[in-house]
């Protein structure tokens, strides 16, 4: 079946470095791929999608492209701020568009002033 | 606007007790989700709703859990003789009409403990 894998965390950065998560999935079909954040004490935000390969999501400053070679959604930003300490998750939806979303385990972030 | 709310935020119960979640979806919404998140696990669907359809239940993890959702809104999940590894933080989401079901909105979640 469908899965998601991410990197494990808590991630720990200094204000201002750059940030990856990785992000790997398996899919039968041509899934949408989705990143979400949960800032603390608040529900789930999606912070950006990508639907086709090659496609580049973004939002505030964040940003992943849809690799379809090698299966992965990344995310990446390149100067984090404190603000941006949360937990995010990766997701896909097969086929897109349905509600089945299947998330990774989350990776927590913590950026350090 | 108001985002999806669920109650309680918090709920402690003993092992064998029944328990009710309520998830309160963003007015207008007509698709309705149910996730759990066990520690250390990422999200797993357990049922959907969508308008006046029949819901898909196919998430839910044995009978003694359900889920009714009355009028088109306010949801309930019920667990019945709950067990200790019912315990995860339980989230509600919905999601517009007329939208790709892409992008749910998610509510804070109810963190359920089993004793």
């Known amino acids: 079946g469908d899965s998601v894998t991410q990197m494990e965390g808590p991630v720990t950065l200094s204000e201002e470095a750059f940030l990856t998560i990785n992000c790997t999935y398996t899919?039968?079909?041509?899934?949408?791929l989705f990143w979400y954040v949960q800032y603390p004490g608040e529900g789930l935000q999606l912070l950006l999608k990508a639907t086709k390969a090659d496609d580049k999501g973004s939002n505030k400053g964040f940003e992943a492209t849809y690799r379809k070679e090698t299966t992965s959604f990344h995310l990446e930003k390149g100067s984090v701020q404190v603000s941006d300490s949360a937990v995010y998750f990766c997701?896909?939806?097969?086929?897109?568009?349905?509600?089945?979303?299947?998330f990774g385990t989350g990776t927590r972030l913590k950026v350090l002033a | 606007g108001a985002g999806v709310s669920q109650s309680p935020s918090n709920k402690v119960t003993e092992k064998g007790k029944d328990v009710e979640l309520r998830c309160d979806p963003i007015s207008g919404h007509t698709a309705l989700y149910w996730y759990r998140q066990s520690l250390g696990q990422g999200l797993e669907f357990l049922i959907y709703?969508?308008?006046?359809?029949?819901?898909?239940k196919s998430g839910l993890p044995s009978d003694r859990f359900s889920a009714e959702r009355t009028g088109g809104s306010v949801s309930t999940l019920t667990i019945q003789r709950t067990q200790q590894e019912d315990s995860a933080v339980y989230l509600c989401?919905?999601?517009?009409?007329?939208?790709?079901?892409?992008?749910?909105?998610f509510g804070p979640g109810t963190r359920l403990t089993v004793l």
């Open positions: 899919a039968t079909g041509y899934p949408s």
């Open positions: 997701a896909l939806s097969d086929p897109p568009g349905t509600y089945k979303y299947i």
């Open positions: 989401a919905s999601s517009p009409p007329g939208l790709a079901t892409d992008t749910q909105y």
């Open positions: 709703f969508q308008g006046n359809s029949a819901p898909d």
